[in-house]
């Protein structure tokens, strides 16, 4: 069964994970210029809760996905049409594997400090990561980190191929793209719907923009509190370890 328009959930899904994904990325390049302090672990923190929150909304959105009706494909050429069904996996592929390699990393490193969700819960280590002989941490360690940053890589790509291929279909095509992905049974003007398009996509940018400032809320005490002992414990690192001990802590 399809239909002209996706259901209601799926389009809040869409624009959820859209806005978070936005803000997500901005987020990440902010930590790359943080220097080490609690203003960091803040934003470490709120970084993997907001990678975490992704990963549930992906598993939910899939679910969605197969149990409600979608509109049937456009009418394309076959390359545009294999082009666009790839990027869509991959993209279903980055939501869920990015936030399940940095889950990795951060269960692995060598401190121990579990992922503060908002202050409402702890979040737990990735399954099977208790008791594993030092050198088999430091190897899936170092796995989840290259893993997440290669995995985000892709992933800005596919999200900008994705615009893209949106644009394309509303501006080249002149099939009406943007309805599909909003609520109620309004058939937009053209111009009207280049509006929509313009103001979503320059709220997604604002969003980039703000998560680029490092917005986060305090960690949760007792896990700065954690931290701060851990490192004392551990004493004066030489430069190039305390770098790979900042990594970790992400």
């Known amino acids: ?7 209601s959930s799926a389009i809040l899904l869409h624009w959820l994970i859209a806005a978070t994904l936005a803000f997500q990325f901005g987020l990440g390049e902010a930590l790359e210029h943080l220097p080490k302090g609690p203003k960091q672990l803040d934003v470490i923190q ?15 959105r899939v679910g969605v996905r197969v149990a409600t009706p979608r509109p049937a494909p456009v009418g394309d ?8 069904g790839a990027a869509h996996l991959g993209l279903y592929a980055f939501m869920i594997l990015a936030p399940i390699t940095g ?26 990561m208790a008791g594993l002989a030092e050198a088999s941490r430091h190897g899936l360690h170092e796995f989840g980190e290259e893993s997440h940053v290669i995995m985000t890589k892709i992933g800005m790509v596919l999200f900008l191929l994705h615009i893209a ?3 394309r279909h509303q501006f080249f095509a002149k099939e009406r793209m943007v309805e599909r992905m ?12 280049t509006a929509h398009i313009i103001g979503f996509t320059a709220v997604l940018a604002a969003l980039l923009a703000w998560g680029k400032t490092g917005p986060a809320p305090a960690t949760d005490p007792a896990i700065a509190k954690s931290v701060q ?5 551990a004493g004066p690192q030489p430069a190039a370890e305390e770098k790979e001990e900042e990594e970790e802590e992400e």
Do not use: C
């Open 229 to 233: 002992e851990q490192l004392a414990k």
């Open 103 to 128: 889950w990795i990393a951060s269960s692995t490193g060598r401190l121990n400090v579990p992922i503060d969700m908002f202050g409402l819960f702890h979040w737990p280590t990735f399954p099977g």
């Open 182 to 193: 909003m609520g109620g049974n309004r058939t937009l003007s053209p111009i009207v719907g």
């Open 77 to 84: 050429s076959g390359w545009a049409q294999r082009l666009a």
């Open 165 to 167: 291929g949106a644009l």
């Open 46 to 60: 709120f970084h993997k809760a907001i990678g975490m929150t992704i990963l549930l909304l992906t598993f939910i």
């Open 1 to 7: 069964m399809t239909q002209e328009r996706y259901s």
